[in-house]
């Protein structure tokens, strides 16, 4: 699967395209920059994690990973992640909380490279629309909440009751922002992003009014140390727990994002490549004390919009966001961090589904309601325990709709009901018709019809022959085999006759796997419906 020579080589790196990758990659770090500031300060891990994530995972995913225009970084639903992850271990840990809550990045890293070397990647991107749509709209739910403090400078309840401090400094200037990053008109997007108009005019605010408010802080122009992992046995499941969550939202975050690649390039990205690659960021992420990252949507379409091609692009972007931070990390010492909540919240606002939500009187019921409880477990309980449920629920119902659809390829009958037949058939049946009740499966049986396939033969009439016709069945899974046998063993039991007849090799296949042909005497399996027919005829 893995083929890093091809992957490493220069030949995605060539002077037709290496101009676009440079001016994608200025652009993205760009827009980059206030976005990793604001999720790492969020994280309780400082400026300077949300940084480094940007810079590891951008570059290991883009040197590793199978979408060659993603850029990768710390994103809202991680950030979140993180934060409940940070405060649990630190809570239950105090010491060795924080290397902890590292140990879980990388230990997500390692899980996503599993996801890929076990080709799981396609399968992250089946799940249903509503549980995404309550899922990402519950992480908008969060940021905007997690941001009260930081805006507002006092915690949600006390917010309710003393509306006083909406009139401070730290508060118009963040609402200020907020407004900015509303409105400012799209055409001038391109050439300055909004977010960083709104840090500029913050940064110089805070210089020219003297105001006392809180600031991010200078970044150490110092690399981030390495640190090994630690682990603590008590601490041993959720600690497992948390990396599944972190590797599922990265994971998801990262395919969606490649998904929008393909979308617009018109290429085809490999998905369990592309889980490697951002599982191996991770794991350095880890390492370093960065946030955990995955595929960021808005830095890569801007990276593919300025010219970006090729995986130079997200190598470049780290690095330029790398040389910024070494020679420039000292002037974040005068942003407030009003204007960061007031981009996070602008975050939050906008990844709410508000397309979902406008149409609900459209949508289905189900649908709705789906999507409303994912996103009431998402802010009530945690992110995996809906993603989780939501899947769960959403699993049973497709089961059981897919189950009554494939009912329909079960069909019992007698020569009285058998005008689908050929006319040989149907004439060979008439001559038989008080002796065999034929029982004909098509098209794919999974395990949902299981208990459908044993009502329908146990309703019926058992005084006679029983003929399981597969002509048309191309898969019949292991549940439904057994519920086959059920059916062969009672006839059996009664001392009827049961026959098969057609039997392609999938089917076959699957029979063997439970020894099924075994139950019925080889004289009684047939290669062909009229076979059986014939065979039944000559008995009366």
């Known amino acids: 699967m893995l083929n890093w020579a091809v992957m490493l080589s220069v030949s995605h790196f060539n002077r037709q395209t290496i101009k676009g990758d440079i001016f994608g990659a200025l652009t993205s770090t760009i827009v980059a920059l206030p976005f990793?500031?604001?999720?790492?300060?969020?994280s309780g891990a400082g400026a300077s994690a949300g940084i480094y994530c940007a810079i590891i995972?951008?570059?290991?995913?883009?040197?590793?990973?199978g979408t060659n225009q993603q850029?990768?970084?710390?994103n809202t639903g991680l950030t979140i992640a993180m934060v409940a992850i940070l405060t649990s271990f630190i809570a239950q840990s105090p010491e060795h909380g924080?290397?902890?809550?590292?140990?879980?990045?990388?230990?997500?890293?390692?899980?996503?490279?599993?996801?890929?070397?076990?080709?799981?990647?396609?399968?992250?991107?089946?799940?249903?629309?509503?549980?995404i749509s309550g899922f990402t709209s519950g992480i908008g739910v969060?940021?905007?909440?997690?941001?009260?403090?930081?805006?507002?400078?006092?915690?949600?309840?006390?917010?309710?009751?003393?509306?006083?401090?909406?009139?401070?400094t730290n508060t118009l200037l963040?609402?200020?922002?907020?407004?900015?990053?509303?409105?400012?008109?799209?055409?001038?997007?391109?050439?300055?992003?909004?977010?960083?108009?709104?840090?500029?005019?913050?940064?110089?605010?805070?210089?020219?009014?003297?105001?006392?408010?809180?600031?991010?802080?200078?970044?150490?122009?110092?690399?981030?140390s390495f640190s090994l992992p630690i682990w603590e046995t008590n601490l041993a499941g959720e600690m497992i727990k948390s990396a599944l969550l972190i590797a599922t939202l990265s994971t998801l975050d990262s395919l969606m994002t490649s998904l929008t690649v393909d979308s617009i390039s018109n290429e085809l990205h490999d998905s369990d490549q592309e889980l490697v690659g951002q599982g191996i960021g991770n794991i350095m992420a880890g390492l370093f004390g960065a946030l955990p990252g995955g595929g960021a949507t808005m830095r890569t379409v801007a990276n593919l919009r300025a010219g970006g091609t090729t995986p130079l692009s997200g190598i470049l972007h780290a690095l330029f966001i790398l040389a910024i931070v070494l020679w420039a990390g000292e002037y974040t010492a005068?942003?407030?961090?009003?204007?960061?909540?007031?981009?996070?919240?602008?975050?939050?606002?906008?990844?709410?589904?508000?397309?979902?939500?406008?149409?609900?009187?459209?949508v289905p019921l189900f649908s709705v309601g789906l999507m409303i409880s994912t996103l009431a477990m998402a802010v009530a309980f945690d992110l995996i325990t809906a993603v989780l449920v939501g899947t769960f629920i959403a699993n049973l119902v497709t089961i059981r709709r897919l189950s009554e659809i494939q009912l329909d390829n079960i069909k019992l009958f007698t020569a009285k009901d058998a005008q689908h037949l050929s006319n040989a058939e149907q004439q060979l049946l008439a001559t038989i018709e008080d002796s065999v009740l034929l029982l004909n499966i098509s098209g794919p049986i999974g395990f949902g019809v299981a208990r459908g396939l044993k009502q329908s033969v146990s309703d019926a009439e058992q005084s006679k022959t029983l003929l399981i016709d597969l002509t048309d069945a191309r898969l019949v899974g292991i549940t439904s085999t057994i519920a086959i046998e059920d059916i062969i063993v009672s006839y059996q039991a009664e001392g009827k006759k049961v026959l098969l007849s057609s039997?392609?090799?999938?089917?076959?296949?699957?029979?063997?796997?439970?020894?099924?042909?075994?139950?019925?005497?080889?004289?009684?399996?047939?290669?062909?419906?009229?076979d059986a027919l014939i065979y039944l005829r000559n008995q009366d």
């Open 36 to 42: 990793a500031l604001a999720f790492g300060v969020t």
């Open 57 to 65: 995972t951008g570059l290991f995913a883009s040197i590793f990973g």
């Open 71 to 74: 850029i990768s970084g710390p």
């Open 98 to 131: 924080v290397a902890l809550a590292f140990t879980v990045v990388s230990l997500a890293g390692v899980f996503q490279m599993l996801f890929g070397f076990f080709k799981l990647g396609k399968y992250f991107t089946l799940i249903s629309y509503p549980v």
């Open 142 to 168: 969060l940021i905007i909440l997690s941001q009260i403090e930081p805006l507002f400078g006092i915690a949600l309840p006390e917010l309710l009751s003393s509306m006083h401090s909406l009139v401070s």
């Open 174 to 224: 963040g609402l200020a922002c907020l407004f900015v990053l509303f409105l400012w008109p799209k055409k001038y997007s391109r050439i300055v992003p909004a977010s960083i108009v709104a840090v500029i005019g913050a940064t110089v605010f805070y210089l020219l009014s003297g105001s006392d408010m809180p600031v991010v802080g200078a970044i150490s122009s110092e690399l981030p």
């Open 334 to 362: 005068y942003l407030p961090v009003a204007v960061l909540a007031a981009i996070l919240t602008h975050v939050g606002i906008s990844i709410i589904d508000w397309n979902f939500l406008k149409r609900i009187h459209q």
């Open 503 to 530: 039997i392609c090799q999938r089917v076959r296949d699957d029979f063997n796997k439970l020894n099924l042909l075994n139950k019925v005497p080889s004289e009684h399996v047939f290669n062909s419906r009229m």
